[in-house]
C-alpha cells in the first residue's frame, strides 16, 4: 500500500492498545474497502496488499473487541463474501470522528508549522550532505 503524498501537514491517529494492538487509518481503511466491495480479498487488492494480510487484519480487528467489525462467509452456493457489521460500522464512524476532532484541535498548531516549514525540503531518504551528492 502506497500512502498519498500529503501536500500539507496532516495529523496521523494510531490508538495503541494493550499487547501490542493498534487500531489506525490502515484497519479503517480497510473496513471501508469491505464494506464497499462484500470482499476481503478485492479490499485488499485496492489497497495493494495480499488476502492474507488483509484477512489477518480483520481477525486482528475481530480479535480487539467483544463484537466482530467483519463477518465473512467461505465461498460455496452463497458465493462468501464479507460484511462490515452495525458494530464495524460504528467503529468507522467513531474512528473517523476522533481523526477529524485531532485535526480540529491541532489546526492552529498545523497552521504554525506549515507557515515554517522549508518548502524546499527534500524527502526523506534522499542525500542531504552535499559532500555525498555527485
Known sequence: MTPKEPTSLEPVLRIDFPHAERLGRGKIALLEHIRETGSISAAGRAMDMSYRRAWLLVSALNG?????????????????????????EELIRR????????????????????????PHA??????TDPAQRS
Open 122 to 127: 527534500m524527502p526523506a531518504g534522499e542525500l
Open 64 to 88: 480487539m473487541f467483544g463484537q466482530d467489525a467483519v463477518l465473512s462467509q467461505r465461498g460455496g452456493k452463497q458465493g462468501g463474501g464479507a460484511l462490515v457489521t452495525p458494530f464495524g
Open 95 to 118: 474512528f473517523r470522528a476522533m481523526e477529524a476532532k485531532a485535526a480540529g484541535a491541532l489546526s492552529e498548531e498545523l497552521a504554525w508549522l506549515e507557515s515554517n516549514r522549508n
